[in-house]
């Protein structure tokens, strides 16, 4: 009886358990770092969960991530600026550009597949790059975009000043634990299963009567809004939108704390995030080529643990012994 | 009315033409083969059918509606639903999700964004098991498709198609690659699936083709050769020359 009961409450609790290690996270992290610095990680873990979307799930390498994170960005950052909004807002804006840049650019690059695609996607990063690089006068240019506030977050019943470092950090948190619930919600709806299915085997899939394009137009544009939001969330932290936040460089930093996090797995790219932020912004003050080293950790990754930091933990756990796993019959060497 | 029509359908690959000026059709409830030498055109002639080639010219007809121009998915949404004669699966997939992801599409056609969480589709996951059982996969379900052996992904292939519930069920080749009991396994289901579904069948294996189908057409250099019920062709000279070759 005793055997039965914990067999079935172990399916329940599972998928919590992510959540549970998170919330610790979230608020242990400003222990561990700077406090701004633990508000990037969040900022960053946001953008690397919608990069996964396109890669992780659809197989999609986009390497322009930073069309849509600058777009949301400087969307936020005007509007803030000129029109004083709500700062939820001021995220709905630059979710919706991000969203919007994202189904443009997700039209235009979908036409094509593989390295042509990736380039498409790099292409119009620096194409966006060079329009706000060229209208200075509206976003400040190579000097960035100065001045954004960060105004209370008025909920009729109360208003939370966001102003004080710990007070953004725990909105940035409570933001992107949303984020990633809402983009958990979509890869276990239906839909996120079609995008895996596109991803191993976009014929087959469309064989099934699935309109391929469209649901990779799709995730684009989820992609995208997520990108936009998380982009926002940047420029309010710094109190400037720098042009870095849309430089293809920005694009790259995605894909590496993905990859080094780990595509297979919905909460890889956050632990790639922490690791990254955290080593970029620590390591950096003291030792200036900090990047050798980064280089050296994804070698590393690449060479050994193809999953990332996921593969990592996945190998800790085959190797130790668990009782009362039964061994499947050996039913011979697969023929392919 | 037939359920498939085709109309003079031509493929052409440069100075090769893979299909030529085949016209045939495919009567509701029946089990109609196509078979001939290898390189007869056969799987192209299936592939332009499902739009994964378009032909040079002619016309393809389903319940009478033109389809020659619509693609390979809108296609699917009326009711074709193929195997491949190379496994054409989900490998990093479960077998659960493989046959999910055609269940799916058939009850849920048009909803592109469903709102319902996956496990939530009591529905779909019914079609799932049932299609599961009927092939024998249902204690692999949660296995990985990569993992399953060359037989195993062989029916992986039809209960996909068979996911879809389709009007019509195209079969390429189920048996290739197969070994003698798995080949009598998919010969069974087969002939289970026969009792309820219009299938186009590509098949290679002479005896089985002659014990389920109730038309055989042959194709021969892309030219539809001769066309009846079984033991027709069987004793068709034609035919046995295609085979044989003149020697």
């Known amino acids: ?336 | 009315m037939a359920l498939l029509r085709t109309e003079n359908l031509t493929v052409r690959f440069g100075a090769l033409t893979a299909v030529d000026r085949v016209s045939l059709e495919v009567q509701p409830g029946t089990v109609h083969s196509i078979i001939g030498p290898n390189g007869a055109g056969k799987t192209t002639f299936f592939n332009a059918i499902t739009g994964e080639i378009r032909p040079t010219s002619g016309r393809v007809l389903f319940l009478d509606r033109d389809i020659t121009n619509l693609t390979v998915y809108q296609r699917a949404q009326l009711g074709i639903g193929r195997s491949f004669q190379r496994t054409n699966i989900f490998p990093n997939l479960t077998v659960f999700e493989n046959v999910w992801l055609a269940s799916f599409a058939r009850i849920h056609p048009s909803s592109l964004p469903h709102p319902m969480p996956r496990h939530q589709l009591a529905e779909v996951k019914d079609r799932v098991c049932e299609v599961l059982t009927e092939v024998g996969l249902a204690d692999r379900a949660n296995h990985r498709a990569a993992e399953l052996s060359h037989g195993d992904q062989r029916l992986l292939e039809v209960a996909i198609a068979l996911g879809l519930s389709p009007k019509l069920l195209m079969l390429d080749e189920p048996t290739a690659g197969l070994s003698p009991e798995e080949t009598r396994r998919m010969i069974w289901l087969i002939k289970e699936l026969a009792k309820r579904y219009t299938i186009l069948l590509i098949e290679h294996k002479i005896h089985l083709v002659m014990e389920v189908s109730n038309l055989i057409s042959v194709m021969h250099f892309g030219q539809l050769i001769a066309q009846g019920p079984p033991e027709e062709i069987q004793r068709n000279p034609a035919v046995q020359e295609a085979y044989l070759g003149r020697r």
């Not at chain 1, 969040?42 to 979307?53: D, G, M, P, S, V």
């Not at chain 1, 400087?74 to 550009?97: D, E, F, K, N, S």
């Not at chain 1, 933001?175 to 191993?200: M, N, T, Y």
């Not at chain 1, 632990?271 to 620590?282: H, N, Q, R, S, V």
């Open chain 1, 1 to 336: 009886m005793g055997h039965a009961k914990v067999a079935k409450l172990r399916p329940q609790l599972g998928p919590i358990i992510p959540w549970v290690l998170l919330g610790v996270v979230v608020l242990i992290l400003p222990d561990l770092m700077r406090t701004t610095v633990a508000t990037e990680v969040w900022i960053f873990a946001i953008l690397a969960l919608a990069f996964n979307l396109l890669l992780g799930y659809t197989g999609l390498l986009s390497f322009g991530q930073a069309t849509f994170f600058g777009a949301g960005a400087y969307t936020a950052g005007l509007l803030l600026i000129h029109q004083r909004v709500h700062p939820l807002v001021a995220l709905a804006a630059a979710a919706l550009a991000g969203g919007l840049v994202a189904a443009l650019v997700g039209y235009l690059c979908i036409r094509r597949v593989g390295l042509y695609f990736i380039m498409l996607t790099f292409a119009f990063n620096l194409m966006a790059y060079f329009i706000v690089y060229q209208a200075s006068s509206i976003t400040g240019g190579v000097d960035g975009l100065p001045g954004v506030p960060r105004p209370p977050v008025n909920l009729q019943v109360i208003s939370w000043d966001i102003r004080p470092g710990v007070s953004y950090y725990l909105f940035v948190s409570l933001i992107f634990l949303a984020c990633a619930l809402a983009l958990k919600r979509v890869v276990d709806s239906p839909l996120g299963l079609v995008l895996q299915a596109i991803r191993e085997n976009e014929a087959r899939a469309a064989a099934l009567g699935y309109n391929t394009s469209a649901f990779k137009r799709l995730a684009f544009v989820i992609s995208g809004a997520f990108s936009g939001l998380a982009g926002a969330l940047y420029g309010m932290l710094f109190g400037i939108v720098p042009i870095d936040t849309i430089y293809w460089v920005t694009s790259g930093n995605v894909v590496f704390m993905t990859l080094i996090g780990g595509t297979s797995s919905f909460f890889g790219p956050v632990i790639g995030a922490i690791f990254f932020i955290w080593l970029a912004e620590t390591i950096s003050v003291r030792w200036e080529r900090w990047p050798l080293l980064f280089g050296l950790v994804f070698v590393l990754v690449i060479f050994f643990f193809r999953g990332g930091f996921v593969e990592v933990w996945r190998r800790l756990q085959a190797l130790l012994p668990r009782p009362g796993r039964k061994l499947e019959p050996d039913r011979g060497p697969t023929k392919d």
